[in-house]
């Protein structure tokens, strides 16, 4: 059977901040159709690898494609193929979430009538309709993943690329979204998506990535990297769980 394009690519990216390298020669494969899940610790390199892997941030090395199109030196192309929910979403604050969706799916070069009703659609199914009126910067921080989100989808990407997206998002609306990607990932998009919730994980991905100090350190279908036990323990087994240092605070005990 040929070789499939890969959604994602990434081939020994890598990312310097001063001394310290926060992203390590990493190579990932994202296959077509797959709901990939990127885990790993605080400050393991998750975010800053997909903002390189999306041409969000320069790389030091190495690079990435989308379908096979290259992020640096093929931006249009490889852009128009995907949604992105960045960490620390800058959004335009002084628009109202449908502003915000009209503005960017102009930009996108959407025609108007499509945009509208789009918005629409989305505004409604986030359950974004009653802040219609609302500025972006009056939202919460769940209403800005939610309308960060909405403007991931608009265009109708291949590829999903999402930083942490159920972060202090509610139940009910988290609900909402898995029931979204799954739609998405069963229409044909693929979907990469970082989180520290191993169980959420579990759950929607069929593939899964653990990042530790820059570094992939297991990769592939989600049955083969936890094998017999929980993706919890399989990634507490590979990050080093005996780092933990909590029987230290001893001022802690009554
Ligand atoms: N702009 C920056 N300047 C300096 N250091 C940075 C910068 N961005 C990230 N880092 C460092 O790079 C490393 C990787 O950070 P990154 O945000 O990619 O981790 P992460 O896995 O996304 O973490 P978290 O789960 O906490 O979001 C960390 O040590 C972080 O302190």
């Known amino acids: 059977m040929p070789q499939q394009t890969p959604a994602l690519e990434i081939r020994a990216l890598t990312k310097r901040f001063g001394d310290k390298v926060a992203v390590d020669a990493v190579d990932l494969d994202v296959p077509p159709g797959s709901f990939f899940g990127l885990v790993g610790q605080n400050g393991a390199g998750k975010t800053t690898t997909l903002s390189m892997a999306v041409g969000l941030l320069r790389p030091d090395g190495g690079g990435a494609r989308i379908f096979g199109a290259d992020v640096w030196a093929a931006p249009t192309q490889a852009k128009a193929l995907v949604g992105v929910l960045p960490d620390g979403l800058a959004m335009p604050e002084r628009l109202t979430g449908r502003e915000a969706l009209t503005y960017l799916g102009l930009l996108r070069g959407l025609p108007k009538d499509v945009v509208a009703r789009r918005a629409d659609e989305l505004l409604d199914v986030l359950e974004l309709d009653t802040a219609e009126r609302t500025l972006i910067i009056e939202y919460s921080t769940g209403m800005r993943k939610k309308i960060g989100l909405a403007t991931a989808l608009l265009h109708a990407p291949r ?5 942490e997206p159920f972060e202090a998002v509610d139940p009910v609306s988290a609900a909402t979204i898995k029931t979204i990607l799954r739609g998405f990932v ?11 919730v191993m169980a959420l994980v579990e759950q929607l991905c069929d593939h899964v990535a653990v990042v530790d100090a820059g570094r992939v350190v297991a990769a592939g279908p989600l049955d083969d990297v936890r094998g017999a036990q929980s993706l919890e323990d399989t990634f507490v087994g590979l990050v080093g769980g005996e780092r933990t240092g909590v029987k230290e605070l001893s001022w802690l005990s009554r």
Request: glycine share 18%; net charge negative; no cysteine.
């Open 186 to 196: 069963a229409g044909g998009g693929s979907i990469v998506l970082s989180s520290h």
């Open 159 to 163: 590829l999903l690329v999402l930083d």
